[in-house]
T-cell receptor
Framework: AQSVTQLGSHVSVSEGALVLLRCNYS??????LFWYVQYPNQGLQLLLK??????LVKGINGFEAEFKKSETSFHLTKPSAHMSDAAEYFC????????????FGQGTELSVKP | EAGVTQFPSHSVIEKGQTVTLRCDPI?????LYWYRRVMGKEIKFLLH????????ESGMPNNRFLAERTGGTYSTLKVQPAELEDSGVYFC??????????????FGPGTRLTVT
């Protein structure tokens, strides 16, 4: 069965520091991978998506992620954290043969210190 | 374009009562999904509608949960009778038909359900 694992339920960085949020997927290579972000009191918003067109994917707000098949990873990065990046981030894989339902990782809450 | 809306945003009910959650998807989106996040756990799939038909309800916890999507527009999720373990945040999402936008789902803000 497909699964997604996010390492670290909480990550804290200083403003201006590198953000690295980890996501690993199960070994059955998925066609697509998503990162969603949930800001406080808001719904989930798509941050970026991997659709096999390019292994390096750029998303909104300066985030990017790199698909690495050899490591079964899709880690999310941002070179310089901003206070407004504080949110919860979810890695997810849609199940292509099951109507596109999403399998989510456990979520990583990002805190940004001034 | 209006996003996915959910009502109510919060609901606090007593064990044994009934609650109905509503989701209005983005206009024109045939696919509608319900998910739930219990505190401390990951977001989990509940069910999937294609228009008014239930495509997949494999994630529904038990027969106390009933989802409907009459006319293929808005959807309701009823919990009757509610139990303590039903507490959590219920998300609704909608999407275009597969093959058009790589299964990108648009989420509502969620309904936070607390059963006391």
């Amino acid at each position: 069965a497909q699964s997604v694992t996010q390492l670290g339920s909480h990550v804290s960085v200083s403003e201006g520091a590198l953000v690295l949020l980890r996501c690993n997927y199960s070994s059955s290579v998925p066609p697509y991978l998503f990162w969603y972000v949930q800001y406080p009191n808001q719904g989930l918003q798509l941050l970026l998506k991997y659709t096999s067109a390019s292994t390096l994917v750029k998303g909104i707000n300066g985030f990017e992620a790199e698909f690495k098949k050899s490591e079964t990873s899709f880690h999310l990065t941002k070179p310089s954290a901003h206070m407004s990046d504080a949110a919860e981030y979810f890695c997810a894989v849609p199940l292509y043969n099951q109507g596109g339902k999403l399998i989510f990782g456990q979520g990583t809450e990002l805190s940004v210190k001034p | 374009e209006a996003g996915v809306t959910q009502f109510p945003s919060h609901s606090v009910i007593e064990k044994g009562q009934t609650v109905t959650l509503r989701c209005d998807p983005i206009s024109g989106h045939d696919n509608l999904y319900w998910y739930r996040r219990v505190m401390g756990k990951e977001i989990k799939f509940l069910l999937h509608f294609v228009k008014e038909s239930k495509q997949d309800e494999s994630g529904m916890p038990n027969n106390r949960f009933l989802a409907e999507r009459t006319g293929g527009t808005y959807s309701t999720l009823k919990v009757q009778p509610a139990e303590l373990e039903d507490s959590g945040v219920y998300f609704c999402a909608s999407s275009h038909p597969p093959g058009t936008t790589f299964y990108e789902q648009y989420f509502g803000p969620g309904t936070r359900l607390t059963v006391t």
